[in-house]
């Protein structure tokens, strides 16, 4: 074999159909199970490498990565390596967002009928030689089906719903609903969704906001007939509070195959009568196993010949005059993206991200990825890059708008991004100075303030004497601390005034009440900045 042939390492098992894609580019060898030790003193020697979830691709591990020039992960999730520390090496990334839609989908209806007819209830009794014809169970037609992120994975659910002749609504702030009409899903807010629906099924990435979701409060809310449905992450419930509802008969049950810990042989919902369950089997099956594989197969193929891949997960090289102007402004990218999705109402229908002063002076790609990422970092699984963000919009109905301008105003580089919903336009604006980012503006009203600590609260209150005391008073007696805060007066003498406030903890439910019970306030917002 000629010494220029790429050598490819797979590090875990991969379906032979992939396999077979990978030997049309170069040399294959296959060694699962290697060491952490063992696999870093051979890496060097391969062009590519391939893992799926067990394997851990460190920083150290890539410290010495030789002519490694891709790594390949099929399915979507890629916790399991070092994005960035792969980055800097110049090495590329790629996914399957797509290898496993079908099949989770499918899981999830399928435990939505088991749960409901009782199959695995009767399965056993009868195997257990008892002959029941007791056990009764309700028809899917005509009942309501809550779809909790409209994804991939949650659109292919929705329709799946719409063809068993199903009702389906659904929450997504990021989906438009002229999109959703198209497959006959209509758009409500989560609370709403709770209170409608018959089956509630998830399909969110876990994340710091999405984090037990489904709370105490969550479920409280569903109908006593109600059943809940998880095939995406089992941090997303509160375990022990859906066992609780459970039990005292709040509702009627829920089917699971994701669990906060696992393997979750010892978890209380395990051992409920009320609950269906399978040990992570959304994803396996030999269609997804194999499309996933394929897909990734055929994406190292095409790097090693000098082809681009299809779905990169980190991004192209920038410039490194471009990045010095963007740096500074990926943090307020971030930061401003939080802002924008956490105190917007309603269904997204564009988005505009307008930069001004220098930074419209070169491509501002990045910053755009940075806010796609932060605006959507709750509803969507697969990671955003500048191969794929305006397909990732488009694909959830939002219209993308990129504008520039060369005058900052007061300032030498700003930053704006608004968003359009159904209900109005939010808009916020921001700087960096000295290397942190600083919110300038929130609609009409103008701030200063450098969003940090855990959280942010944003009030629209009656300008008048008084309600700054007020809000720091109620702060004060829940031991709240506040690290900044600013007032901003709206545009007439005597009307209303903004109020943002730093926190270092994320604001309890019961502390944001009594804020909006304070005489005068219009309005507030919890902003999650961790």
């Not at 290898?99 to 009767?122: D, W």
């Not at 497959?183 to 089956?199: A, H, N, P, R, Y």
């Not at 049950?253 to 906060?260: E, F, K, T």
């Amino acid at each position: 074999m000629e010494e220029s042939t790429p050598r490819i390492l797979v590090a875990e098992a991969i379906a032979e159909d992939a396999i077979e894609i990978l030997r049309t580019a170069g040399q294959v060898d296959i060694k699962k199970g290697l060491p952490p030790e063992e696999l870093k003193q051979i890496l060097g020697e391969y062009d590519a490498l391939v893992v799926r979830s067990q394997t851990k691709v460190t920083a150290d591990l890539l410290s010495n990565p030789g002519k490694l020039r891709i790594i390949g992960r099929p399915g979507v999730g890629v916790d399991n390596i070092d994005v960035e520390a792969a980055s800097r090496h110049g090495i590329v990334v790629v996914n399957s967002p797509l290898g496993n839609t079908i099949s989770t989908a499918e899981h999830s209806i399928a435990l939505m009928m088991s749960l409901v007819r009782q199959i695995p209830k009767a399965h056993g009794e009868l195997k257990g030689g008892k002959w029941n014809r007791s056990l009764k169970g309700t028809e899917l037609r005509g009942k309501t089906l809550g779809v909790v992120g409209l994804g991939k994975i949650g659109t292919q659910v929705a329709e799946m719903g719409r063809g068993l002749k199903m009702n389906v609504i659904a929450y997504d702030p990021f989906v438009a609903q002229d999109w959703a009409d198209r497959i006959g899903v209509v758009m409500v807010e989560l609370d709403e969704l709770l209170k409608q629906s018959d089956f509630i099924t998830l399909h969110l990435p876990l994340t710091p906001n999405t984090d037990k979701l489904i709370d105490a409060s969550k479920l409280a809310l569903m109908k006593p007939t109600a059943m809940l449905i998880n095939c995406a992450r089992g941090k997303l419930v509160d375990e022990q509070a859906l066992y609780d509802a459970l039990e005292s008969g709040r509702i009627a049950g829920a089917a699971l195959d994701v669990y906060s810990v696992e393997p979750a042989t010892d978890n209380v919902l395990v051992k409920s009568d009320k609950v269906v369950v399978t040990p992570h089997l959304a994803a396996s099956t030999v269609e997804a196993e194999r499309n996933a594989g394929t897909d990734v197969a055929r994406q190292v193929a095409d790097v090693l010949r000098g082809l681009p891949p299809t779905t990169p997960v980190n991004a192209p090289i920038i410039p490194a005059e471009h990045m010095a102007l963007l740096n500074p402004f990926m943090d307020v990218a971030v930061k401003l993206g939080k802002i924008a999705a956490g105190i917007m109402e309603g269904q997204v229908k564009e988005l505009i991200v307008r930069a001004e002063g220098e930074i419209a002076s070169v491509a501002i790609d990045p910053i755009k990825v940075e806010v796609i990422r932060a605006l959507l970092g709750t509803t969507i699984e697969e990671r955003v890059t500048i191969t794929n963000a305006d397909a990732v919009a488009k694909e959830r109905g939002l219209r993308l708008r990129e504008e520039r301008d060369t005058d900052a105003g007061n300032y030498t580089s700003s930053l704006t991004i608004e968003v359009v919903t159904q209900k109005g336009r939010t808009s916020v604006s921001g700087t960096s100075f000295q290397g942190r980012a600083y919110l300038t503006k929130v609609n009409d009203y103008t701030l200063q303030i450098e969003p940090q600590d855990i959280a942010m609260l944003f009030t629209e209150h009656v300008d008048k004497p008084g309600m700054i005391g007020a809000v720091g008073s109620v702060m004060g007696q829940n031991g709240i601390n506040i690290s900044q805060m600013q007032v901003s007066l709206g545009a007439h003498a005597g009307g209303t005034a903004m109020m943002a406030l730093c926190l270092s903890q994320q604001l309890p439910d019961d502390v944001f009440q009594q804020v909006l019970a304070i005489e005068g306030m219009l309005k507030a917002k919890v902003v999650n900045l961790s």
